[in-house]
């Protein structure tokens, strides 16, 4: 039996520009973190006992006599890619998918590492990211960026740059770790209550693309500044939130399903309450919005904010791992 642990993601800067349709020309960058909110996957093979070879477990349960019958097209397509068959899998989650938390993908790079360990096999966190990202947008052909694979599996708070070439580097934010907490304790996470596919949302965005570059390119330019704002030991890091507001009101002009009168409410009302910034998380459209406060507006927003789940959260490091591994006996069926 197999368990991995894969954190989730926080984007706060960059997100689009990790689109491959803008990034090979523009080049793209995303500032991003980790944090303590993980999905598990479970997997061992399954014993020869029952009238079905496969069993899944996720929003759903699946009972499979062939591959091809998998309902689930990140199964289907990861166990097609690996070879996997005769096997129990289950999905749990800290926190609710189609939420703006890249939990698709953190659930593609924990399957894939579980899928691996169950073989046998090492894969590395580059290797994993990869993988990810073409079963996700290739096999499955959804749409979105890459950020979310790689932030899943390397862990930690980077700044993820997406070269013309279609490569990328993952380069850590070096801060103090007093400079780090502080950050923390400043970002307060609420729930919306409304969630959405991501992919569906990254479709409907695609509508007057070429218009959104400008803003794109500006919120590529964020990157910089607030990468300074967190290593630049001297500099305010109330810098940090007010970045966050000018990059939520860019992002908002670059798609139609970015946002909706509810969600503006929502923002603004944080806004007036004394936070500095913030931005809602992912593709649009719902899910989790985070906001930058200073300590002594932590009373006000935390009211403003009273019927809304309110989701406390640390950052992490170490992206996804495998935290159980008994290893099997297996034999294939032979055909």
């Known amino acids: 039996m197999i368990i991995t642990k894969t954190p989730f993601r926080m984007s706060f800067f960059g997100g689009g520009t990790d689109m491959e349709s803008f990034f090979r020309e523009y080049g793209g960058a995303v500032l991003s973190t980790t944090f303590d909110k993980y999905c598990y996957v479970t997997v061992r093979h ?63 790079v924990g399957m894939l590492n579980a899928f691996y360990a169950l073989k046998g096999k090492y894969a590395d966190k580059k290797k994993l990211a990869d993988e990810a990202i073409y079963l996700e947008r290739v096999m499955c052909d959804e749409a979105g960026g890459w950020q979310d694979q790689i932030a899943a599996a390397y862990g930690g708070m980077n700044r993820i740059e997406f070269n013309k070439d279609g490569t990328y580097n993952v380069k850590p934010i070096i801060i103090h770790p007093d400079r780090k907490k502080l950050l923390n304790d400043n970002l307060l996470m609420f729930f919306t209550g409304f969630t959405r596919f991501s992919s569906e949302m990254q479709e409907a965005n695609k509508a007057g693309y070429s218009e959104k570059i400008k803003q794109l390119r500006d919120m590529y330019a964020l990157v910089d500044e607030a990468e300074k704002v967190l290593e630049e030991k001297h500099s305010d890091i109330d810098d940090f939130g007010r970045l966050l507001d000018k990059t939520w009101r860019l992002k908002r002009q670059t798609g139609g399903a970015i946002t909706t009168d509810s969600i503006d409410a929502i923002y603004e009302k944080g806004i007036e309450a004394g936070a500095l910034g913030g931005k809602l998380l992912g593709a649009g459209g719902g899910g989790f919005i985070v906001f930058y406060v200073q300590p002594d507006k932590r009373a006000s927003v935390m009211e403003a904010m009273k019927e809304f789940l309110y989701v406390p959260f640390r950052f992490e490091d170490g992206g996804t791992q495998v935290i159980h591994y008994t290893p099997e006996s297996y034999e294939p069926l032979e055909d």
């Open 46 to 108: 399954l014993p020869r006992f029952f009238d079905w070879s496969t069993h899944l477990t996720y929003s759903s349960q699946e009972y499979v006599t062939d591959v091809e019958q998998i309902k689930h097209p990140a199964i289907r397509n990861a166990m097609k890619m690996l070879d996997m068959h005769e096997i129990r899998l289950l999905y749990e989650a800290d926190l609710p998918a189609r939420s703006g938390l890249g939990t698709s993908s953190s659930f593609a």
